[in-house]
């Protein structure tokens, strides 16, 4: 094997080498090949409980499970990779893809019955005259589609999952003339005193019109730039924005409001944020507690000791730091208990369904959820209010602050201004 075509730890192909002769076999050998992207699931825990060495040992333990089962039949075209972390890949025939992901698992599970250990499956069937990356992709988007589904362990690629995949390379190779050309925007939502009613802050949150596409959702263009490690840059390119606003409207000695600004906990790792915030700030002139710092949790970075820390240095230096969508997604009472907060935003979706008259079990809900942030020192901020019942039971019960559609749209910052 040639210098760098093996994975040091499993022996297995590397990236590259696989690459190499995936591509190779699929323009000899077009037909009937399959393939299979293996991911494990809760390895992350795996290795928290267990170590790094065992962690290391679980992986070379599911390499040898893997070759075993697929190279048994000793067929050249049948290569193993693994392509990164706990992701491995196989070039097989198709027509051994079933019974042989199926043996893997029984074998998972029986050596390891005692753990929550998954490994999904996603399977692709490739063409002769195709890229082997874009097979490798679209091998991986079947796997990932059933990330949350815990009831199947395999998935086919279908169709339908090319628009997400074509969107996503869109949005990678657009991306950095969207935010030269000015396509990328800030807008502002604004925050009210739940007890006046007025505006007392605003958060920022950027939007993507794209000339071929039209608007790109936040929700498809955030998670994708997470996903492959490039959402620092627009967090700094919004953060730029915001400041640039800011000092625009106050040199004209205009009426300005705190601002929160979102960081994913991936732009803890990729950058020096703290840095990037300090350089803007102090190129803008804006007082630091004009800057709330607001962490969202989608992107789940790997080092939970590196957001500690981050946290705890824009505290020290005189930022508010807030948690995000509080009850969705991956926030949940851990997140309060390892973090230092000055404010928790409440995500009111979790409340869609319930009638706030009528429903005790929302009514416990939230208040309490309000005396939890109480006793924490925290000040609490309702997000996604849509309608005047739901604002007049969040005062009723003593909510600090507000924000949703009921209050304003996302909008350009002079027009939070304007009265409603």
């Known amino acids: 094997m040639a210098p760098n075509s093996a994975d040091t730890l499993t022996g297995l ?32 825990m795996y290795n928290k409980r267990f170590g790094f060495a065992r962690g290391d040992e679980l992986l ?91 009831s199947v362990s395999s998935c086919m690629f279908h169709n339908g999952m090319s628009r997400k995949l074509e969107l996503q390379q869109h949005i990678l190779d657009t991306f950095e003339g969207a ?14 005193n739940v007890k006046t009613g007025e505006l007392c802050e605003a958060e920022a949150l950027t939007r993507w019109s794209d000339a071929e596409l039209g608007n790109i959702s936040p929700a498809e263009f955030i998670p994708t730039l997470e996903e492959y490690r490039e959402i620092h840059k627009l967090d700094i390119h919004a953060l730029k924005q915001v400041c640039r606003d800011y000092r625009a409207r106050a040199r004209k000695g205009l009426p300005v409001v705190p601002v929160s600004v979102n960081l994913s906990r991936l732009d803890f790792e990729l950058c020096d944020i703290l840095q990037e915030v300090e350089l803007a700030v102090t190129l803008n002139d804006i007082p630091r507690d004009m800057l709330h710092i607001e962490i969202t949790e989608s992107g789940n970075g790997e080092d939970s000791t590196v957001l ?6 824009f505290r020290a230096m005189g930022y508010e730091v807030w948690m995000d969508d509080f009850g969705s997604g991956y926030s949940s009472l851990n997140v309060l208990k390892d973090y230092n907060f000055d404010t928790i935003k409440f995500d009111m979706k979790f409340l869609h369904g319930f009638d706030i008259k009528r429903s ?31 604002y007049e039971y969040l005062r009723s019960i003593g909510f600090d602050k507000a924000q949703g559609y009921y209050f304003g749209k996302p909008m350009n910052l002079d027009e939070i201004f304007s009265p409603r």
């Open 13 to 44: 192909l590397s990236r590259t080498a696989f690459h190499e002769q995936a591509g190779k076999i699929m323009q000899t050998h077009p037909d009937g090949l399959a393939l299979i992207w293996f991911n494990l699931d809760n390895f992350k």
């Open 308 to 313: 500690n820390l981050g946290i705890e240095r």
């Open 60 to 150: 070379q333990e599911i390499a040898r499970i893997i070759v075993i089962i697929f190279q048994q039949n000793g067929e050249q075209k049948n290569l193993v990779s693994r392509f990164c972390d706990d992701s491995f890949i196989v070039l097989t025939d198709w027509s051994s893809v079933e019974i042989n992901t199926d043996m893997i698992q029984e074998y998972l599970y029986a050596l390891h019955n005692d753990i929550t250990l998954r490994l999904r499956a996603g399977i692709y069937f490739p063409s002769g005259d195709e890229d082997i990356r874009l097979c490798c992709d679209r091998a991986k988007m079947a796997c990932d589609s059933i990330r949350k589904n815990h």
């Open 179 to 192: 935010v030269m050309n000015g396509c990328i925007r800030v807008l502002y939502q604004p925050i009210v």
């Open 360 to 390: 005790e079990k929302a009514k416990y809900i939230i208040s309490s959820n309000l005396e939890m942030a109480r006793l924490m020192g925290m000040q609490a901020l309702a997000e996604g209010v849509e309608t005047a019942e739901q």
